[in-house]
């Protein structure tokens, strides 16, 4: 359980769909996310901890059941402007990313960014695949 302040944010892993194998590629329907496991995480700023979890799906009942079960009652919670954040039992602010807003005071979510960027760039450099049975 996080006490200080969290930053909450998820993300979608997977490879690009140019790199798999035809037989892999004609599988898949769809576009974008098809084939991409999802993850949710939170950072907490005071300890420098980070709990991330492959969820099935990202809908509001998912993220904020994650975002309660693992932060005090009392942890002020920072996203960005995703509507499924809005039912959050904490006291949260967030950042409009698609309004160019990264930060405005304490509210920002680059640390769990900056954990993305990392898990993102091993999965790359060191393990090549990680399927969704070992998120």
């Known amino acids: 359980m996080f006490e200080g302040p969290e930053e909450v944010d998820e993300t979608l892993m997977g490879g690009k769909r140019r790199n798999m194998p035809d037989s892999k590629r004609k599988q898949l329907t769809g576009r974008g996310t098809v084939g991409k496991?999802?993850?949710?995480?939170?950072?907490?700023?005071d300890s420098n901890g980070v709990?991330?979890?492959?969820?099935?799906?990202?809908?509001?009942?998912?993220?904020?059941?994650?975002?309660?079960?693992?932060?005090?009652?009392?942890?002020?919670v920072y996203t960005d402007d995703s509507s499924t954040y809005f039912s959050v039992d904490r006291d949260r602010e967030t950042?409009?990313?698609?309004?160019?807003?990264?930060?405005?005071?304490?509210?920002?979510?680059?640390?769990?960014?900056?954990?993305?960027?990392?898990?993102?760039?091993?999965?790359?450099?060191?393990?090549?695949?990680?399927?969704?049975?070992?998120?």
């Open 37 to 45: 496991t999802a993850v949710v995480g939170m950072k907490d700023r």
């Open 95 to 135: 950042v409009d990313h698609s309004e160019g807003e990264y930060v405005r005071g304490e509210a920002h979510t680059k640390g769990i960014d900056s954990f993305w960027s990392m898990l993102k760039r091993a999965h790359k450099g060191a393990f090549h695949k990680m399927s969704p049975q070992h998120m």
């Open 51 to 76: 709990a991330a979890k492959a969820v099935q799906s990202t809908d509001a009942a998912t993220l904020v059941g994650f975002v309660e079960a693992n932060t005090a009652e009392d942890a002020a």
